[in-house]
C-alpha cells in the first residue's frame, strides 16, 4: 500500500540554525498538509498546500516557517530560524482528489522527530 | 481551545470483549469525522470515517457511530484484539473544498488485556 515517507526520521538542531524537514507524498495525492505534535500534547494542524500554494494556515506558522514542492515529488517543510518550543514531531499527510460529495481520509508519515538544543 | 475533546486518557479492555472510545466535538461546522490509531514511534493511521449525513459507518470490526445532535461519537472495536493496543485519536474537519484541516483530540490509549 502507498504510503507518505519522511525523512529524516530524528533531527538534532542547534537554537538559531534553520532545518528542512522532507516528505514524499502519495503519488497521486494532492492536497498536502503539515501537522506537528509537542511531547504530551495534541497532535497540531501548521499549513495546507494545494496547486503549489499554501491554502491555509495556523497561527503557529509564521514568518520563520515556510513550505515547498521542489518538484513533483517532495514537500518540505523549513523552519528558518529554530527557537527550542519547535521541538516536536512533525507530521506530513496526503490527501487525494477530494469527490465532489464524499470526503477524503488524510494519510500520515510515520514524522520527523525535531529536537533543539 | 478544545473544539475535539476525548475525556478518557486510557482504556483498559479484555480480549475479545468490545472496546468503546469516546469523543465529544463543540464546533456545529465540522462535517467530517475520523479516527486514527498511533503506535509508538508511528504516524496516525486512518481507520475509519464518517460524514455528517450518516449515523454509523462499519468497517469490519469498526463501526464509527455520530450523534450529531449530543456533538458525540463513538468508535466501537468488537471483538478486541491485543494488536488493537495504540492510542486512538478522534479528529473532525469542516469541507472547504479538499483544503480541510484537521482538528485532533488529545487521544487515548487502549490496552487489550489477553
Known amino acids: 500500500e502507498p504510503e507518505v515517507t519522511q525523512t529524516p526520521s530524528h533531527q538534532v538542531t542547534q537554537m538559531g540554525q534553520e532545518v528542512i524537514l522532507r516528505c514524499v507524498p502519495i503519488s497521486n495525492h494532492l492536497y498536502f498538509y503539515w501537522y506537528r505534535q509537542i511531547l504530551g500534547q495534541k497532535v497540531e494542524f501548521l499549513v495546507s498546500?494545494?496547486?503549489?500554494?499554501?491554502?491555509?494556515k495556523s497561527e503557529i506558522f509564521d514568518d520563520q516557517f515556510s513550505v515547498e514542492r521542489p518538484d513533483g515529488s517532495n514537500f518540505t517543510l523549513k523552519i528558518r530560524s529554530t527557537k527550542l518550543e519547535d521541538s516536536a514531531m512533525y507530521f506530513c499527510?496526503?490527501?487525494?482528489?477530494?469527490?465532489?460529495?464524499?470526503?477524503?481520509?488524510?494519510?500520515f508519515g510515520d514524522g520527523t522527530r525535531l529536537s533543539i538544543l | 481551545d478544545q473544539q475535539v475533546k476525548q475525556n478518557s486518557p486510557s482504556l483498559s479492555v479484555q480480549e475479545g470483549r468490545i472496546s468503546i472510545l469516546n469523543c465529544d466535538y463543540t464546533?456545529?461546522?465540522?462535517?467530517?469525522f475520523l479516527w486514527y490509531k498511533k503506535y509508538p514511534a508511528e504516524g496516525p493511521t486512518f481507520l475509519i470515517s464518517?460524514?455528517?449525513?450518516?449515523d454509523k459507518n462499519e468497517d469490519g470490526r469498526f463501526t464509527v457511530f455520530l450523534n450529531k445532535s449530543a456533538k458525540h461519537l463513538s468508535l466501537h472495536i468488537v471483538p478486541s484484539q491485543p494488536g488493537d493496543s495504540a492510542v486512538y485519536f478522534c479528529a473532525a474537519s469542516e469541507s472547504n473544498f479538499g483544503n480541510e484541516k484537521l482538528t485532533f483530540g488529545t487521544g487515548t490509549r487502549l490496552t487489550i488485556i489477553p
Open positions: 464518517i460524514s455528517s449525513i450518516k
Open positions: 464546533n456545529s461546522m465540522f462535517d467530517y
Open positions: 498546500f494545494y496547486n503549489n500554494e499554501i491554502s491555509e
Open positions: 499527510a496526503s490527501m487525494p482528489r477530494r469527490g465532489t460529495y464524499s470526503n477524503q481520509p488524510q494519510h
